[in-house]
């Protein structure tokens, strides 16, 4: 295999596992900062100030049926290659997957069948779910040998700009593996100690288990207090992250493992009230199909019964598929006003424990959802620019699935799959396939004559854990052939698709990921090639968040960007994410990097655009920030498409922050009008 040598800034040196590898230009100009200064990062995991940057969803990722994604919580570690490679491979054609694969293809017992459910939408064509089966992740799950093994090492991951006989990582003090019974509250300290004695370094967990917490002592520990319930019984990791005080990226990560064990008498677990989830109050529109999926949770494992107290009239009730705990709710509102339900999950062991939940669904009529002047979709049209939104998982399956499809088909001409095609979700488990979501959100497009942004084929998060529990040597195939299996069946009808996601830092550097360890930063070129060769019509783009103002970390992308050219990695353009606060100002430092990135010869999406009213800002700020972004789009030949992270405010991921450009009850805000006259001038 031929190798260029790029620039040595570039080059990956060392172990990749415990070195943090610079970029070039990040080096030479920078001076490889480790700053973090971002406004708003969407990753999880920041080190300066853990806990504050969490993704705050807002309710708006989980797909209300019966389908979540597979763990993400770290798997367990695998010995890393002796060497990673260090440059990046020019121009040298992919050898073929092997056949057989790693893992089966999908077959026919992946294919999605037709949905029999009620859903609130979707005239145009049938809607498919996938096919029940249990897709319960046991691959490669921890053993009782496992844990008798003993506590894994520490994994220390040190910057080039770090001598570590000078400055020595930080350590943990007295952490070990835990044992606990189902029923039992456990804590775990965490007291991280820098040996130099500069400081008390930070801390960061990777995933909390559900219905843990992870709390700060304010004495330089943190404390992950938990007590698991039936259904957590087995072993578990749990992985934290110590930063250096002094340098930030020098860190020292442990992943301690958690058994939970059956008590001999399961009385003594506390049995715990049921919980009403999945529904909440939602404005729809007269003579919609409504459908609202109610599932009643229980944390101890067991299956609470639902009463629906008040139903409207002519609701039918139905339980869904495959879920014993949903039962779906169906009704046409035919006059407007509020509907209120009362809604009681009773617990299966005894009856007196019960949860109870209120919503209000208000009804309004078709005109109250009417927008004056031209949608968005025409006026961007004849300016010759894409006007996107990215697509809620199964918006079909919500009570306002009807109003929300319409709006979306009215307004834009193209759709990313914000979930849909996330790998958690599409392939659980080796071989395990769910293609409907996507099915789906890609037939509906073609109906309503949108085109479609696939997003994303490769990201270090919604991981399923099979993947992460691989070893080292296996990710690269894995990889190549995840990416020609979602590109054989979708390669045709979507033509843009965000191939590598979020690679770099905040301070420009490679993120540590399942990707980079194993195959340093020649992933990104792997990647690449590999969707070149499944889709080569697509335009393919590299994705991230903060780097359309300057900063290490838009100096990173330029210089990614430029080894990528030089090395003849097939790219065709930088997606920039861009969600901002309403007071952004920083347009001259967006325009000059927009610039720089077009005369690479690559095409700009503005991918994930959404402007978060933080205290004391307005909707007039937003709309501005709106407008000047458009502006800026317009006003660059090279930018192809003005993207937004969803359209109403009551699906945003950072729906506490309002960023969309309609409120939760589908009403357009200033940002909307911004968008309509801006996109009407000359
Ligand atoms: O909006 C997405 C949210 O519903 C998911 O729960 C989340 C999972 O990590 O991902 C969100 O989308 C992210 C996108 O895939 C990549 N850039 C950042 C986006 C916001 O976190």
């Not at 490669?140 to 000078?166: E, H, K, M, R, Y």
């Not at 490769?458 to 990710?475: E, K, N, S, V």
Request: hydrophobic share 40%; net charge negative; aromatic share 8%.
């Amino acid at each position: 295999m031929m190798n260029l040598s790029l620039p040595a800034s570039f080059r990956l040196g060392g172990n990749a596992i415990h070195r943090v590898i610079g970029l070039c230009l990040v080096l030479i100009l920078a001076g490889c900062s480790s700053s973090s200064s971002s406004s708003d990062n969407p990753a999880e995991d920041m080190p300066v100030n853990p806990g504050t940057q969490m993704p705050d969803d807002g309710g708006a990722g989980d797909p209300p049926t019966a389908e979540p994604g597979g763990s993400t919580s770290g798997g367990t570690p695998t010995a890393p290659l002796e060497e990673p490679s260090t440059d990046v491979p020019v121009n040298v054609p992919l050898a073929p997957l092997p056949n057989p694969p790693l893992t089966p293809a999908p077959g026919a017992d992946s294919e999605p069948v037709r949905a029999s459910g009620p859903v609130s939408t979707v005239r145009e064509f049938f809607l498919v779910r996938n096919p029940d089966r249990n897709l319960d992740d046991t691959f490669g799950t921890l053993t009782d040998a496992d844990f008798d093994a003993g506590p894994l090492p520490a994994v220390i991951q040190t910057p080039d700009s770090v001598n570590p006989l000078t400055n020595a990582a930080p350590v943990f003090e007295n952490l070990n593996d835990v044992e606990v019974f189902a029923g039992q509250e456990l804590t775990v300290v965490f007291k991280p100690i820098d040996p130099d004695g500069a400081g008390i370094p930070g801390l960061f967990p990777n995933a909390i288990p559900a219905g843990a917490r992870y709390v700060d002592n304010f004495n330089g520990t943190r404390s992950l207090i938990w007590r698991p319930l039936q259904p957590q019984v087995g072993i578990r990791e749990f992985t934290i992250t110590a930063t250096d005080p002094v340098a930030p990226f020098y860190r020292t990560q442990r992943t301690i493992r958690i058994k939970v064990k059956m008590p001999s008498d399961p009385s003594t677990i506390v049995n715990l009230p049921p919980v009403v989830n999945l529904i909440r109050d939602h404005t729809v529109r007269v003579n919609d199909p409504v459908v609202a999926y109610i599932k009643a949770d229980d944390q101890n494992g067991t299956v609470p019964s639902l009463e629906i107290l008040n139903p409207p009239p002519g609701a039918t009730i139905t339980p869904h598929y495959s879920d014993p705990k949903i039962t779906i709710l169906s009704f046409v509102p035919r006059t407007t006003g509020d509907i209120e339900m009362r809604l009681l999950a009773r617990d299966a062991d005894d009856d007196t424990l019960t949860g109870s939940r209120t919503v209000k669904f208000e009804v309004l009529s078709e005109q109250a959802f009417q927008r004056p002047g031209a949608r968005l979709r025409e006026l961007a049209a004849a300016r010759d620019v894409l006007i996107g939104y990215a697509s809620l998982l199964g918006f079909y399956e919500r009570p306002d699935g009807a109003l929300y499809a319409d709006i979306a088909a009215e307004e834009f001409n193209l759709v990313t799959t914000e979930n849909s095609l996330k790998w958690d979700l599409v392939n659980p488990l080796p071989g395990q396939y769910r293609w409907a979501q996507a099915d789906n959100l890609v037939a509906h497009a073609k109906a309503r004559r949108q085109a479609v942004h696939g997003h994303t084929l490769l990201w270090h998060r919604q991981l399923p854990g099979w993947i992460q529990r691989t070893p080292l040597a296996d990710r690269e195939i894995h990889m190549r052939e995840f990416i020609d299996r979602v590109l054989q069946r979708y390669g045709n009808d979507i033509p843009i698709w965000d191939v590598v996601n979020e690679a770099l830092e905040e301070d420009g550097t490679f993120r540590q990921s399942t990707w980079f360890e194993a195959m340093g930063a020649s992933f990104i070129d792997i990647a690449f090639r590999q969707a070149r060769l499944s889709a080569p019509n697509a335009t393919l783009l590299y994705n991230d968040y903060d780097v359309s103002f300057d900063g290490p970390k838009a100096d990173g992308l330029i210089a990614l960007m430029q080894s990528l050219k030089d090395a003849g990695t097939p790219v065709d353009g930088v997606g920039f994410q861009m969600h901002l606060d309403a007071d952004f100002d920083r347009y001259d430092e967006v325009a000059g990097n927009f610039q720089t990135i077009a005369d690479m010869d690559l095409d700009i999406y503005i991918t994930e655009f959404d402007v978060s009213i933080r205290a004391g800002q307005t909707e007039e700020q937003q709309a501005d920030v709106y407008e000047q972004v458009l502006s800026l789009c317009l006003d660059q030949p090279r930018c192809k498409a003005f993207q937004t992270w969803g359209f109403t405010d009551m699906y945003s991921w950072r729906r506490q922050f309002n960023p969309l450009i309609m409120d939760n009850r589908y009403q357009v805000k200033p940002a909307y009008t911004a968008l309509q006259q801006r996109l009407s001038e000359n």
